[in-house]
């Protein structure tokens, strides 16, 4: 954030994202961002079938 208040973070494991999410309830100036990163094969079948049609909906261009 511009004005300085927002706070991002990151976690690549649980114990950062342990640490993220208690840095981001004790941050009461704005708003916190926790940027989780997790494997690309840590997903159901379901939430990439789920997501490939999200992408090909997202390619199509804008309705009018």
């Not at 927002?6 to 690549?12: E, H, S």
């Not at 342990?18 to 916190?32: I, M, N, Q, R, S």
């Not at 990163?37 to 997903?43: G, H, K, L, S, T």
Request: charged share 25%; net charge negative.
């Amino acid at each position: 954030a511009e004005d300085g208040k927002g706070k991002g973070l990151r976690a690549t494991t649980i114990g950062e994202l342990d640490a993220a999410v208690k840095a981001a309830l004790a941050h009461k100036d704005g708003p916190v961002l926790i940027e989780c990163v997790i494997p690309r094969d840590d997903c159901t079948s379901e939430l990439i079938s789920w997501g490939r049609h999200v992408a090909t909906a997202n390619a199509r261009p804008p309705a009018h």
